[in-house]
């Protein structure tokens, strides 16, 4: 079984839009992969469609082999979500927020904070976990978007530009987390518009541009051909 697989995938907004033009995209189970493109190219349309945020006008998608359409429970399960935009309440303190998310995948609370500290300690969260989230800094607040993401042990991370905005400290920190994840067995896909990001972590890599694939690769291929 795939991580994931796209077949023949696309949107068009309501506004005319086509984001997605009929994509096909696979994922192999412990890859780390970059969905590269510039603004506008369709990554979080199709990152939206495969979290069931977003509505798809064609095609299909499958998550460890579970049918979004017919399986939707069991691939949310299996999936865990950073969205690019932050979207937790920023008054609410760190740990809550965690507590929160567990909830919605029915983990118990003694159970989300014995899963809480570690993922907190590992991404330099711990010390804030009472903060109320207004108080963290950018780079606290996109890893804090990480830990979010993983309350429920996902096998399929995906990450919508993690390191937006992120200095190059913490960025380093964040590549390290990641790498060490995907070590650890989850496969992970990760958008972003740096091509040194998806150089320095993705074994394989997709480029999409006006809703196309036009670049379906290994890393080595790709530089080799630059
Ligand atoms: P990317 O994430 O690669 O920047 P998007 O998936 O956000 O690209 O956008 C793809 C295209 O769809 C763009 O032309 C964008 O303007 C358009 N688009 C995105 N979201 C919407 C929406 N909610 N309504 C209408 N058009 C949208
Ligand atoms: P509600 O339970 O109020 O309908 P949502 O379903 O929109 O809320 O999302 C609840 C939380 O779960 C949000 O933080 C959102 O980012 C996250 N989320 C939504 N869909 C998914 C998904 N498919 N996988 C992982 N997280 C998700």
Known sequence: TKALSISNLSKTYKNGVQALKGIDLEVEQGDFFA????NGAGKSTTIGIISSLVNKTGGSVKVFGHDIDTDLTKAKKMLGLVPQEFNFNIFEGVEQIIWQQAGYYGIGRK????????LLEQLGLWDKRNTPARELSGGMKRRLMIARGLIHDPKLLILDEPTAGVDIEIRRSMWDFMQD???????IVLTTHYLEEAESLCRNIAIINHGEIVENTNMKSLLAKL
């Open 111 to 118: 159970e989300a904070r014995k899963r809480a500290q570690p």
């Open 181 to 187: 994840l995907n070590d650890k067995g989850t496969t």
């Open 35 to 38: 969905l590269l493109g510039p």
